[in-house]
């Protein structure tokens, strides 16, 4: 309607019929940039995405800091080395890391160690993953 030529329609009493409709959604907590913040992140959480990049995609959206920052804190809340195991995820996920063959892991640990930077995992976490033995690593699987 609004790049429509129909002169019968004005586009001024279009965009506030769709400013109401949104209000009202705002007021019924329809639309809630809390909720799709927490809702997004756990979300990001059950594929193996890291603290970081989730920061960084609620931002893209243009969810306001102080939402980002709750969601942030209630995921550490509830698991301190939340990254640490989202990392396992990425490892299992993308066959990197532990998942490889042992005589593969010394050849690819640059990459794989790459791999897990653009993901959004810091240097230590990324070590701390890469350095596990394929037994521990089965076991921690076990227990996602």
């Known amino acids: 309607y609004l790049k429509s ?10 965009t506030d019929l769709i400013d109401l409709v ?6 019924t907590k329809f639309i809630s940039d809390k909720f799709y913040s927490d809702s997004k992140a756990k979300n990001l959480i059950q594929r193996g995405s890291s ?3 989730i920061r960084n995609y609620l931002i893209s959206k243009g969810i306001k800091d102080k ?5 942030i804190s ?3 809340e509830k698991n301190e080395d939340q990254d640490f195991f989202s990392a ?6 993308r066959r ?6 042992e005589d593969n892991r010394i050849l690819f640990y640059k990459k794989d160690m790459s791999i897990l930077a653009r993901s959004g995992f810091n240097y230590e976490t990324s070590k701390k993953v890469l350095d596990l033995s394929k037994k521990d690593y ?3 699987l076990r227990l996602l």
């Not at 030529?5 to 279009?14: L, T």
């Not at 949104?22 to 007021?27: A, G, I, Q, S």
Request: with cysteine; charged share 50%; glycine share 2%.
């Open 5 to 14: 030529s129909n002169p019968s329609v004005k586009k001024k009493d279009i």
């Open 22 to 27: 949104t209000e009202d959604l705002e007021k």
């Open 51 to 53: 603290i970081n990049k």
């Open 67 to 71: 939402y980002i920052k709750e969601t």
């Open 74 to 76: 209630k995921i550490k």
């Open 88 to 93: 396992i995820k990425t490892c299992k996920k």
């Open 96 to 101: 990197i890391g532990p998942n490889r063959e």
């Open 138 to 140: 089965e076991k921690l």
